[in-house]
């Protein structure tokens, strides 16, 4: 019973690495994250103000506050 348990626990992994590790595991971590995210201070690439990410106007690479959007 326990030799299964570990069987299926390196199973899980391989199939975890064999997929580059992008497998979303815990959402509680992914929604903290994103909230982090979403509070960061990106600047403003025309005038260099600081605004958070969930303010800011994303253009490919690139930030723009509300001014510059
Ligand atoms: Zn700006």
Known sequence: MFLKIVLLIALVYILYRAFGG??????????????IDQNTLVECCKCSVYITRKEATKRGDKFYCEDCA
């Open 22 to 35: 992008k497998i979303e595991l815990p959402k509680a971590k992914s929604k903290e994250s994103k909230e």
